[in-house]
């Protein structure tokens, strides 16, 4: 019972914890800009392929 309540009261994981919490975030972040950002790119190549093809 005494190892699980310090258990209980160290905090020093929270941190760990805390800077994982962060991480995915961003990582979250990150994967969403780069859908944005793959879509944008495909549109761009998609209509200079449709130019060229039109211009022969």
């Given amino acids: ?3 699980f309540r310090s258990f209980i009261k160290d905090i020093s994981g929270a941190t760990a ?3 994982g ?3 995915a ?3 979250i972040t990150f ?3 780069l859908s944005n ?3 944008a790119m495909n549109n761009m190549f998609f209509g200079l392929s449709s130019t060229y093809i039109n211009a022969r």
């Fill in 1 to 3: 019972m005494r190892l």
């Fill in 21 to 23: 919490l962060i991480i």
């Fill in 17 to 19: 914890v805390e800077y």
């Fill in 37 to 39: 950002y793959y879509g």
């Fill in 31 to 33: 994967a969403a800009g």
């Fill in 25 to 27: 975030v961003i990582g």
